[in-house]
């Protein structure tokens, strides 16, 4: 497809297990974003991307979580041994240039 | 972190009826966005406002961006049902490219 595709849709685990969430960014888009969506919350900034810098980590809540982009385009955003309060829906974005951001649909993920 | 704080929280209306959600910040952005984000969905960008004073017209939706950018206001001439959704304003963080700070969003339902 043409847009940004993640996986799964919708991811239930257990508390202290590990999860890899999935982007498919945009082909030949340079910059990707993984972003928390959560009640009360907001969507909340976790990691940046652009081409082969390293990432901006700043908005990672923890060690538990980290993320990694591949050949430049798609990413893992893994967390470990998670915890009810990671509940959200997490979203990925990629953009060519400047701040004009596509986002995927992302992933619901319930802690349980 | 440059903070945005949106109002209302909650907007419901009948259709026809005209709208106004506001996006305030005590900080200077370089540039402001609007999304809008249906259930399941990720957020899709509408309109970028860069020039203090600016104002962009979309169809039915007119932005403006303060004189000051600081602040941004989208309004909505006859609402329809399908204007329904989560109205999301963003910024960029000042410290990481382009990656964005969100306000939590006006949740607006526009009923036949």
């Known amino acids: 497809g043409a847009g940004v595709s993640q996986s799964p849709s919708n991811k239930v685990t257990e508390k202290g297990k590990d999860v890899e969430l999935r982007c498919d960014p945009i082909?030949?888009?340079?910059?990707l974003y993984w972003y928390r969506q959560s009640l009360g919350q907001g969507l909340e900034f976790l990691i940046y991307f652009q081409g082969n810098s390293a990432p901006d980590k700043s908005g990672l809540p923890s060690d538990r979580f980290s993320a990694e982009r591949t050949g430049g385009s798609v990413s893992t955003l893994t967390i470990q041994r998670t915890q009810q309060e990671d509940s959200a829906v997490y979203l990925c974005?990629?953009?060519?240039?400047?701040?004009?951001?596509?986002f995927g649909p992302g992933t619901r993920l319930t802690v349980l | 972190t440059q903070l945005l704080e949106q109002s209302p929280q909650f907007l419901s209306i009948q259709e026809g009826e005209n709208l106004t959600v506001y996006c305030n910040s005590s900080?200077?952005?370089?540039?402001l966005q609007w999304y809008r984000q249906e259930p399941g969905e990720g957020p899709v960008l509408l309109v970028t406002v860069v020039t203090g004073g600016e104002v962009k017209k979309l169809k039915r939706l007119t932005f403006q961006f303060g004189d000051a950018r600081k602040d941004s206001s989208l309004h909505i001439t006859a609402a329809q049902p399908g204007d329904t959704g989560l109205y999301l304003c963003a910024g960029p963080r000042s410290d990481s490219g382009y990656a964005l700070n969100f306000g939590k969003g006006t949740s607006l339902l526009v009923t036949p």
């Open positions: 900080s200077v952005f370089s540039s």
């Open positions: 082909s030949g888009h340079t910059a």
């Open positions: 974005a990629s953009s060519l240039a400047g701040p004009w951001q596509f």
